[in-house]
């Protein structure tokens, strides 16, 4: 049994908080907002989670060091927004060496940094890693089959946290490209913004699956350019996660999207759906990121000119389908 600190009572946080319970371990959950503790403390339901039920011996606490010292690990489970900040507070905590992975999706806005890196800035004792893949917290609060990839950049922490994470309906794979795993999981937002948006339109499957296999195309030029790993961008981390993020009504992403393709703001598709919408923070900072390296993002530039620059969305789907002609692969005819 692990002693293990989740940082962050959200839906994907207290969803991963029930998988860790239920594989044999103490779980004490922390989070900044009172209100929030004294839902769980109270009901043992997140009311983002209904029907997912957090067992009554669970621990629950506003206090940071309560939930941060003498763990094993630590799951930083907060919206990629805030996680400077809460790394910030985990530095007075975190002990020399302390294993945290981060398991929120996205690339700091001003600094251009995957969240891994941002957390290492603030907590420089302490050793980072991370989680991700194609992954709802409403499916995994509820125990269903789900495959993801914890990567770091020692096999023996990817083969701790395997060893903490799986069990017979949450199967994990372990990586070292941690950049690779964190740009396809930010970037693939921005692209499911823009499914969500073709939806809005009344776009069919055809446009959805443009979308994705463009969508990772440029996932995967940027994220090798960046010094990401190919098989990365084509694995669970990348392609996997764009589909599912794509596809599902769980995705915040796609929600907002859709909300937009039907005429909303961006500020008020995010204010509808009334939870952090990943894609909106890394879309400007991918752009940032394409002029950095020289790579060409059409699908996210375009998502950048709907979400704040007030293009009409059919427009900016009839631009893409406009561009010049191109070939899909660069093999050179015989």
């Given at each position: ?19 860790l319970h239920n594989n044999g371990h103490e779980v004490t959950v922390w989070s900044a907002l009172p209100d929030e503790i004294r839902m769980l403390s ?86 980072v890693a991370v989680l991700s893949g194609p992954s709802h917290a409403e499916e995994v609060g509820r125990g269903l089959p789900t495959t993801i990839v ?182 050179e005819w015989n």
């Amino acid at each position: 049994m692990a002693k293990i600190g989740m940082i962050g009572a959200g839906s994907w946080g207290s969803a991963l908080a029930v998988l860790l319970h239920n594989n044999g371990h103490e779980v004490t959950v922390w989070s900044a907002l009172p209100d929030e503790i004294r839902m769980l403390s109270r009901d043992h339901e997140h009311k983002a989670l209904p029907g997912v039920k957090l067992p009554e011996e669970m621990v629950f606490t506003t206090d940071l060091r309560e939930a941060a010292e003498g763990r094993d690990l630590l799951v930083l489970a907060v919206a990629s927004p805030y996680t400077r900040a809460t790394a910030r507070k985990l530095k007075d905590v975190a002990a020399p060496g302390q294993i945290i992975v981060n398991v929120a999706k996205g690339i700091e806005e001003h600094s251009l940094m995957p969240l891994s890196q941002v957390v290492e800035e603030e907590v420089p004792q302490a050793e980072v890693a991370v989680l991700s893949g194609p992954s709802h917290a409403e499916e995994v609060g509820r125990g269903l089959p789900t495959t993801i990839v914890a990567g770091a950049h020692r096999k023996e922490t990817a083969e701790f946290i395997q060893n903490i994470f799986m069990s017979e309906v949450f199967r994990v794979y372990i990586s070292p490209d941690v950049l690779g795993m964190e740009l396809g999981a930010a970037l693939k937002n921005v692209v499911a913004l823009a499914a969500g948006i073709a939806d809005g339109l009344g776009y069919g499957d055809n446009t959805k699956a443009a979308l994705i296999t463009r969508g990772i195309a440029e996932i995967s030029r940027l994220g090798t350019a960046m010094g990401g790993k190919a098989e990365t961008f084509n694995g669970l981390t990348g392609i996997g996660d764009l589909i599912v993020t794509c596809a599902s009504m769980h995705s915040r992403n796609r929600r907002a999207g859709i909300l937009i393709g039907k005429g909303y703001t961006m500020e008020a598709a995010m204010k509808e759906v009334n939870m952090v919408v990943e894609g909106v923070y890394s879309a400007k900072a991918a752009m940032e990121l394409a002029k950095k390296y020289s790579v060409s993002l059409p699908i996210i530039e375009q998502v950048n000119a709907v979400l704040f620059e007030g293009k009409n969305a059919a427009a900016a789907v009839r631009e893409l389908m406009l561009r010049d002609k191109k070939s899909e692969i660069s093999q050179e005819w015989n």
